[in-house]
């Protein structure tokens, strides 16, 4: 039976592929599946492990992450932006952004009907000679991560792909190294989700406090009334009567 590892648009495991056919007796078989599907078959059994991108948090699932992927748009090949090295998200404005990140939105981008924003390595996936694809500036990245079921971490045909993915060679020790430094990717992702929500919360509370000081500052002064009890009035009466 062969050994299964999925792989979603955009991803090119072929060099992992050729690595394992020199090192392992086990057939591989990489997969193209969509995202959800892959997600799907890996929870399910369908599949040993799955090269996923952005993959959900699941107790029941073990991943390390691998690479970020820029995001691109793509447009028309005579679109303004063809001229353009990079694009900003806020020169998309007016623009019509559609929906999806396959072959069908790249499909309705060709029909001229809109514009697409995609991970960069899905744009190349499905590129065609009558769209361009420009790296966006402002908009979110996405990442790619090796997934496979928890209670499966000991299972030395896992070991070994997180081994080659890794970098590791031919000779290096696996197994119960192997999930130690699954284990510490875990812990380093989570301290960087945890940052990256300190950070997002230090960034909305200090657009708080400026809001909350602008209104204060524009709110309007209340007028003297004429005669009034002010100090400089009662001044003016105390003078006025020792004349």
Do not use: C
Not at 134 to 155: F, Y
């Amino acid at each position: 039976m062969s050994f299964i590892v999925a792989f979603v648009p955009g991803v090119v495991p072929g060099k992992w592929g050729r690595t394992w056919n020199e090192r392992e007796s086990e057939t591989l078989e990489l997969r193209p599946l969509g995202e959800a599907v892959a997600l799907a078959e890996l929870r399910e059994g369908g599949i040993a492990m799955a090269l996923l991108r952005d993959p959900p948090e699941d107790d029941a699932l073990r991943s390390i992450p691998l690479y970020r992927e820029q995001p691109v748009v793509v447009a028309p090949k005579d679109h303004a932006i063809a001229d353009l090295a990079r694009i900003d998200l806020a020169d998309l404005a007016g623009e019509t952004l559609l929906e999806g990140t396959g072959a069908d939105a790249v499909e309705l981008v060709a029909a001229n009907v809109g514009v697409a924003i995609m991970p960069q390595g899905v744009a190349r996936a499905h590129s065609r000679r009558d769209v361009i694809a420009r790296p966006l500036d402002g908009a979110d990245d996405t990442g790619i991560a090796l997934v496979w079921r928890s209670g499966d971490a000991g299972d030395d045909r896992v070991q070994a792909f997180i081994g080659i993915v890794r970098g590791r060679t031919a000779n290096s020790s696996r197994g119960a190294s192997g999930t130690a430094e699954a284990e510490a990717l875990q812990q380093a992702k989570a301290a960087q989700r945890a940052a990256k929500a300190a950070k997002k919360k230090a960034k909305q509370d200090a657009a708080a406090k400026s809001a909350a000081a602008t209104r204060k500052g524009a709110r309007p002064t209340r007028p003297g009334r004429p005669g009034g009890r002010s100090g400089g009035g009662a001044s003016r009466r105390r003078g006025s009567g020792r004349g």
